[in-house]
């Protein structure tokens, strides 16, 4: 879970394993709860391969403000990147170049955004280095990076409410 507004990241990622769909539907809402209305997201972005289409449908019976996102579609509105998840991580690098972003204190996110490398395809296009070319380099996936990523995803919502600038976003 990656919390994002503005320029600035809001705290530390926060990670889980071994639980189950709802329990994980139960901590986004354990976060929602505990968060002052005035501060609460005006939207929830989900990747909605695997294990997150279940999380992103269970939110949406609870009317939280969730939106569904699918990295391996086509790049949403930049034809310069092969998927939406190429051009997700460019705009997280962009954003990061621009230096007017504030980062909060997260050696995970830190590390797994230097890891993925990038070519250009045939036509010029730009591929991010894919999760499973990833793993030959490094065991683990860039989970929280991705999360990070998903809070560039706003113009390309599948699901949901439309929103300028979310805050919570989860990758599983």
Request: charged share 30%.
């Amino acid at each position: 879970l990656v919390k994002r507004c503005d320029n600035a990241t809001l705290e530390p990622h926060k990670s889980w394993s071994g639980i189950d769909t709802m329990q994980t539907v139960g901590r986004i809402m354990k976060e929602w709860n505990d968060c002052p209305i005035e501060d609460r997201p005006i939207s929830i972005l989900v990747d909605v391969i695997g294990i997150g289409a279940g999380v992103c449908d269970r939110l949406g019976e609870l009317n939280m403000p969730v939106s569904g996102v699918n990295v391996a579609e086509s790049a949403s509105i930049n034809e310069q990147y092969v998927r939406l998840r190429d051009e997700l991580w460019f705009s997280a690098r962009k954003w990061l170049e621009r230096k007017h972003c504030k980062l909060e204190k997260d050696d995970t996110l830190i590390a797994e955004l230097s890891l993925p490398k990038y070519t250009f395809t045939s036509n010029g296009k730009i591929k991010v280095e894919s999760k499973d070319e990833l793993k030959k380099r490094y065991p683990q996936s860039p989970d929280v990076a991705d999360a990070f990523c998903l809070t560039f995803a706003v113009h390309a919502t599948v699901k949901g409410p439309q929103s300028l600038e979310p805050a919570y976003f989860e990758d599983f």
